[in-house]
């Protein structure tokens, strides 16, 4: 989860991952329809050569699910486990869709462990590392069935990743990242009321799919 002890504006600490529904509510706007986009999101936790670095190249969603290419370089001169284990029930890696793009709401959510349930990947190609060396890096796409609402806002979560000895310094034992980045999941078509029947052209307004950072 994010920022657990707070201390660090960009990290996302897992002490004890609770992620709840809580009170979490989405916008009402029907399923994603298929889309692409084309991010390059790099993030990193800790400093140059002590420090794990997170990338989300592209989030597509598919008709029967979605995909992400996405990739994890281990900088540090420790060892970490992957999800605790290539067949650990353990796992964080997934999507996690908040109704807003804004960072301070998510540190809000975090701070009140009303985090929503992250969408968990259930495919990896290749299939993730069992432990993730000192210097290696794991790049490949990550997916899984089921659609997602239309309008939400996506951010990649990565994890669990357990320090086999000591974590390098200012790094914590145990690190689940969900990116700073979000990206807003652009709406099918909407059904047209009638009372909005007879708008004009000029008057209809659109967004679009928007990457946020800090």
Same mark, same amino acid.
């Given at each position: 989860?994010?920022?657990?002890?707070?201390?660090?504006?960009?990290?996302?600490?897992?002490?004890?991952?609770?992620?709840?529904?809580?009170?979490?509510?989405?916008?009402?706007?029907?399923?994603?329809?298929?889309? =692409?986009?084309?991010?390059?999101?790099?993030?990193?936790?800790?400093?140059?050569?002590?420090?794990?670095?997170?990338?989300?190249?592209?989030?597509?969603?598919? =008709?029967?699910?979605?995909?992400?290419?996405?990739?994890?370089?281990?900088?540090?001169?420790?060892?970490?486990?992957?999800?605790?284990?290539?067949?650990?029930?353990? +796992?964080?890696?997934?999507?996690?869709?908040?109704?807003?793009?804004?960072?301070? =709401?998510?540190?809000?959510?975090?701070?009140?462990?009303?985090?929503?349930?992250?969408?968990?990947?259930?495919?990896?190609?290749?299939?993730?590392?069992?432990?993730?060396?000192?210097?290696?890096?794991?790049?490949?796409?990550?997916?899984?069935?089921?659609?997602?609402?239309?309008?939400?806002?996506? +951010?990649?979560?990565?994890?669990?990743?357990?320090?086999?000895?000591?974590?390098?310094?200012?790094?914590?034992?145990?690190?689940?990242?969900?990116?700073?980045?979000?990206?807003?999941?652009?709406?099918?078509?909407?059904?047209?009321?009638?009372?909005?029947?007879?708008?004009?052209?000029?008057?209809?307004?659109?967004?679009?799919?928007?990457?946020?950072?800090?």
């Amino acid at each position: 989860m994010r920022r657990v002890l707070l201390a660090v504006p960009l990290v996302l600490l897992a002490v004890g991952c609770g992620a709840q529904n809580g009170g979490v509510q989405l916008s009402d706007e029907g399923a994603a329809p298929p889309q =692409e986009a084309r991010l390059d999101w790099r993030e990193s936790y800790g400093q140059p050569g002590s420090r794990l670095v997170f990338r989300v190249n592209s989030l597509a969603v598919l =008709e029967d699910g979605w995909r992400a290419e996405v990739s994890i370089h281990n900088d540090s001169n420790a060892r970490f486990t992957v999800g605790s284990g290539p067949s650990s029930l353990e +796992r964080e890696f997934g999507l996690m869709l908040l109704p807003t793009g804004d960072v301070r =709401e998510l540190d809000r959510l975090n701070r009140a462990g009303e985090l929503p349930a992250v969408r968990a990947a259930d495919r990896f190609t290749p299939p993730l590392p069992g432990v993730l060396e000192p210097g290696e890096e794991w790049r490949g796409t990550m997916a899984a069935r089921g659609a997602l609402p239309g309008g939400g806002w996506a +951010r990649v979560v990565f994890g669990v990743f357990l320090a086999i000895e000591q974590p390098p310094k200012g790094l914590q034992e145990r690190v689940i990242w969900i990116t700073d980045h979000a990206h807003r999941l652009r709406p099918g078509p909407q059904p047209v009321s009638e009372e909005n029947s007879g708008s004009s052209a000029s008057e209809a307004k659109s967004e679009s799919p928007a990457a946020m950072s800090r």
